[in-house]
T-cell receptor
């Protein structure tokens, strides 16, 4: 157990819908990262937050957004869902926001868009 | 664009065989290098990391990796694999100010 929790574990929805994925970082970690894992693209970095502020952005679509709340949990919002958004979404946390900080990963949320 | 290549998509070994998984990256300058492992049904876990110093780094569960700067490589090794090493292995690279970039992963299957 990494100490990072993600809910829900599985999510099945239809195209065009909107979903919210939730992540709680390890106690004491200030930085949260979101990744998307799919068979064709592998593990891709989406976005990073540090202490409530956006720190870095990766290959995140405009239909996707995220935020980190004062209690440091984070939510990833995916809207106007398409079949291609079906993937495993991982959250990770680290104590600070530096590139050399070890990231601890959650168990992931498997999103299926039908 | 920055990239990380893992040459082997799927490796199949018998128990006690030696393992070497390749990883190459396309960055110049100072890099931080990681190997993560994902056991079936579990989350990604850090195996080992290299920031500076001795280019041969030792990680958990008997794994080690060697950073060869001239070859832009960070290959993962284990002298004798066990059935419990069956997992997916990811190489990842970052530089100061950049996000962690992962390779596509190598699936290791170990038969007993």
């Amino acid at each position: 157990d990494s100490g990072v929790t993600q809910t829900p574990k599985h999510l099945i929805t239809a195209t065009g819908q909107r979903v919210t994925l939730r992540c709680s970082p390890r106690s004491g970690d200030l930085s949260v990262y979101w990744y998307q894992q799919s068979l064709d693209q592998g593990l891709q970095f989406l976005i990073q937050y540090y202490n409530g502020e956006e720190r870095a952005k990766g290959n995140i679509l405009e239909r996707f957004s995220a935020q980190q709340f004062p209690d440091l949990h984070s939510e990833l919002n995916l809207s106007s869902l398409e079949l291609g958004d079906s993937a495993l979404y991982f959250c990770a946390s680290s104590v600070a926001g530096y590139s050399y900080n070890e990231q601890f990963f959650g168990p992931g949320t498997r999103l299926t868009v039908l | 664009a920055q990239s990380v290549s893992q040459h082997n998509h799927h490796v199949i070994l018998s128990e006690a065989a030696s393992l070497e998984l390749g990883c190459n990256y396309s960055y110049g300058g100072t890099v931080n290098l990681f190997w993560y492992v994902q056991y079936p049904g579990q989350h990604l876990q850090l195996l080992l990391k290299y920031f500076s110093g001795d280019p041969l780094v030792k990680g958990i569960k008997g794994f080690e990796a060697e950073f060869i700067k001239s070859k832009f490589s960070f290959n993962l090794r284990k002298p004798s694999v066990q059935w419990s090493d069956t997992a997916e292995y990811f190489c990842a690279v970052t530089q100061a100010g950049t996000a962690l970039i992962f390779g596509k992963g190598t699936t290791l299957s170990v038969s007993s």
